[in-house]
């Protein structure tokens, strides 16, 4: 992702493998513009959690990137 954003005037789309809020947060930070995921409830209900100060409904990083 931060390879394309850097080379590449576009915005970038990341998805696969985007299954919690971490994930998703950590390709935001590489550039993506854009993500594509069949986890939206699951990310959806993390960021709640977390803004709501529940820390043990956060779950880790599961895509590796």
């Known amino acids: 992702v931060a390879l394309m954003r850097k080379s590449c005037a576009i915005e970038v789309k990341a998805s696969g493998g985007i299954r919690s809020l971490a994930d998703a947060r950590r390709l935001v ?3 993506a513009t854009r993500l594509g995921t069949s986890a939206t409830e699951t ?16 779950g880790p990083a599961t895509g590796g990137y």
Do not use: P, S, V
Request: aromatic share 0%; no cysteine; glycine share 10%.
């Open 29 to 31: 930070a590489l550039g």
């Open 43 to 58: 990310i959806a209900k993390q960021e709640a959690a977390e803004a709501a100060g529940d820390a043990t409904k956060i």
